[in-house]
């Protein structure tokens, strides 16, 4: 939850260096800082041998990506349809690793109310510039 609410809570806050800096620079912005936030307290010492540095590598880049693949659609995009798109990805890797029926009906009802409020009430409120939204898509995918 934690997460979810940082990454929220950045993308309404950086709504002004958009114009600044664009979707790339909003990404590098927010990751140095979260990483000066996360290192000036403990200030670590990497003790990992190469193949757990590989790892930390790895998921630094899906994380880098996941979150330039999710700006670059919400500079496209309003922001609630493309946290709608990106929580497609955990919402369909959970919904298949379920066996229950109830999680079915859980998964529908939310399939309906998704449904009913990805239609826009006024069109015109969108930006011009609103492409499909394969970036929030490729996200979504792709980080989960």
Same mark, same amino acid.
């Given at each position: 939850?934690?997460?979810?609410?940082?990454?929220?809570?950045?993308?309404?806050?950086?709504?002004?260096?958009?114009?600044?800096?664009? *979707?790339? +620079?909003? !990404?590098?912005?927010?990751?140095? /800082?979260?990483?000066? =936030?996360?290192?000036?307290?403990?200030?670590p $010492?990497?003790r990992?041998?190469?193949?757990?540095?590989?790892?930390?590598?790895?998921?630094?880049?899906?994380?880098?990506?996941?979150?330039?693949?999710?700006?670059?659609?919400?500079?496209?995009? *309003?922001? +609630?349809? !493309?946290t709608?798109?990106?929580? /497609?990805?955990?919402? =369909?890797?959970?919904?298949?690793?379920?066996? $229950?029926?109830?999680?079915?009906?859980?998964?529908?009802?939310?399939?309906?109310?998704?449904?009913?409020?990805?239609?826009?009430?006024?069109?015109?409120?969108?930006?011009?510039?609103?492409?499909? *939204?394969?970036p929030?898509?490729?996200?979504?995918?792709?980080?989960?």
């Amino acid at each position: 939850m934690g997460g979810v609410l940082g990454l929220q809570c950045g993308a309404v806050l950086t709504t002004r260096l958009y114009p600044a800096v664009g *979707p790339g +620079g909003v !990404v590098t912005v927010r990751l140095c /800082l979260a990483a000066l =936030v996360l290192v000036a307290p403990w200030r670590p $010492r990497i003790r990992a041998d190469r193949s757990a540095l590989g790892i930390i590598a790895t998921a630094g880049t899906l994380l880098a990506l996941h979150h330039l693949a999710y700006y670059e659609a919400v500079d496209r995009l *309003p922001l +609630g349809a !493309v946290t709608t798109l990106e929580f /497609l990805g955990p919402f =369909v890797i959970a919904l298949c690793g379920s066996w $229950r029926l109830f999680d079915l009906l859980w998964a529908c009802l939310a399939a309906t109310v998704w449904s009913c409020s990805a239609i826009p009430a006024r069109p015109s409120t969108w930006p011009e510039r609103s492409v499909p *939204p394969s970036p929030g898509a490729a996200g979504a995918y792709t980080s989960w």
